[in-house]
């Protein structure tokens, strides 16, 4: 009798170790990230795990200060921890009906420039931990592969309206382009007919 006491004492905990270290992962990162804002045609949803906690864990302390951050562009964070957000994903609905709304906590990704490193912020962090991350490049890896901008000054991975002047190149290349194609079939229409 005292030894199945043992067993069902070892095996309750053990399940209570199981539980609280699951407990414990899903709190170490949110479940979903929504990046938004300016610069980006939709929200983008950042909701595998995995890659989750390597964008998290590649955010380390920096002694960044509100004014370097001042003028320089940003994207809106949505992080939506917990269980709750673990059963929505697992249960297939889709992250894209999601709104910045319904998350639990917000921040902001400062795009890397060319005098400083990508930052993530966030607005509360409730117990103790920064406020300010610098992000390493693994983490911004993560970002410019769903297509979150790596960098302001190549504005690489996002869209013009973040980078004004890119889009006047954009559109400054294209009308010179149609102008010097208009050119060249009028002379060649005009070459044709004097050649008949």
Known sequence: MVRLIR???????????????????????????????????????????????????????????????????????????????????????????????????????YPATAKAHAVLTFDGIPGPGARTRRIQPEGVRILSRHGVPANVDTGRGGSSSQFPWLAVLVVAVVAGGVSLGAILARNRQAVERKGR
């Open 7 to 109: 067993i069902a004492l070892a095996a309750a905990l053990g399940l209570v170790l199981v539980l609280a270290s699951n407990l414990t992962v899903l709190a170490a990162w949110p479940r979903i990230i929504m990046v938004y804002g300016d610069g980006l045609p939709s929200p983008i949803f950042l909701s595998d795990s995995e890659e989750n906690s390597a964008l998290m864990s590649a955010a380390t302390e920096a002694d960044v200060s509100k004014d370097e951050l001042a003028g320089r562009p940003y994207f809106h964070l949505a992080f939506f921890w917990g269980n709750a957000w673990d059963e929505y994903v697992n249960s297939g609905k889709p992250v894209t009906e999601l709104t910045a709304q319904q998350a639990n906590q917000y921040g902001r990704y």
